[in-house]
């Protein structure tokens, strides 16, 4: 079965924000393996698409990984109806998700005041939160942000071989940001490696983009934050 990709969005004014979001899950779109199956913009962005509800299938955990354009501030992404944070009911890849990506500000802030370790629970079967230590930015040639981290992490190496490599994840969301952003912007992820349920270790550190399902880390973790200038 092919990956699925997925695109939440809130314009907020900025129709830059959709493109971002939509360019990312668009561009693989294009190529064999991938499937672009969830999209969702404005007032259809809800905070059950990523909280645990009853009676609610989370829409986020529907595809293997997605691009979302929001707000946000340290340890929370804003959503139509109000916002997510460490303190709800998060199980990222409970049922597929492995990448989630985002623009919004500082979810993933990490200093002496704000700790990126708020999110592990967060983490059932998830690989990456890729996101920023800083504020970021919508507009002014940013709307490309989504269609870059794809191109990186896979598109532009299936469409013109050879020309572009294939980055593992947190290299294309280090180069995205780098063609989008200034150097008064910090880039940032956070991943996890560890056993899977075979006993087997799984390192995320150099993990791509693939059609194939990868294995996940679920046992015996542990997480590992980094940031950069862009």
């Given at each position: 079965?092919?990956?699925?990709?997925?695109?939440?969005?809130?314009?907020?004014?900025?129709?830059?924000?959709?493109?971002?979001?939509?360019?990312?899950?668009?561009?693989?779109?294009?190529?064999?393996?991938?499937?672009?199956?969830?999209?969702?913009?404005?007032?259809?962005?809800?905070?059950?698409?990523?909280?645990?509800?009853?009676?609610?299938?989370?829409?986020?955990?529907?595809?293997?990984?997605?691009?979302?354009?929001?707000?946000?501030?340290?340890?929370?992404?804003?959503?139509?109806?109000?916002?997510?944070?460490?303190?709800?009911?998060?199980?990222?890849?409970?049922?597929?998700?492995?990448?989630?990506?985002?623009?919004?500000?500082?979810?993933?802030?990490?200093?002496?005041?704000?700790?990126?370790?708020?999110?592990?629970?967060?983490?059932?079967?998830?690989?990456?939160?890729?996101?920023?230590?800083?504020?970021?930015?919508?507009?002014?040639?940013?709307?490309?942000?989504?269609?870059?981290?794809?191109?990186?992490?896979?598109?532009?190496?299936?469409?013109?071989?050879?020309?572009?490599?294939?980055?593992?994840?947190?290299?294309?969301w280090k180069k995205a940001n780098r063609m989008v952003?200034?150097?008064?912007?910090?880039w940032a992820y956070m991943r996890t490696s560890g056993?899977?349920?075979?006993?087997?270790?799984?390192?995320?550190?150099?993990?791509?983009?693939?059609?194939?399902?990868?294995?996940?880390?679920?046992?015996?973790?542990?997480?590992?934050?980094?940031?950069?200038?862009?």
């Open positions: 079965m092919a990956r699925r990709m997925g695109a939440w969005w809130i314009k907020d004014g900025l129709d830059g924000r959709r493109i971002e979001a939509q360019s990312f899950a668009s561009a693989f779109d294009l190529i064999p393996g991938y499937d672009w199956t969830e999209d969702h913009g404005d007032s259809a962005v809800k905070e059950k698409d990523f909280v645990v509800t009853a009676n609610y299938d989370e829409k986020s955990d529907n595809v293997d990984c997605l691009m979302m354009s929001s707000h946000g501030s340290p340890g929370r992404f804003s959503v139509w109806d109000g916002s997510v944070s460490t303190s709800d009911s998060v199980a990222f890849g409970a049922g597929d998700l492995e990448v989630w990506a985002s623009h919004a500000c500082q979810v993933l802030r990490h200093d002496s005041n704000n700790s990126t370790w708020d999110w592990i629970p967060a983490f059932e079967r998830l690989h990456f939160m890729c996101g920023f230590h800083t504020n970021s930015y919508s507009g002014g040639g940013r709307d490309m942000r989504g269609f870059w981290f794809a191109w990186y992490g896979g598109v532009g190496n299936a469409l013109a071989f050879g020309l572009y490599a294939h980055d593992p994840i947190r290299v294309a952003e200034g150097s008064n912007v910090d056993d899977n349920s075979a006993g087997n270790f799984v390192s995320t550190y150099n993990e791509k983009f693939q059609p194939s399902e990868p294995s996940d880390p679920v046992r015996n973790r542990t997480f590992f934050w980094a940031r950069g200038t862009c």
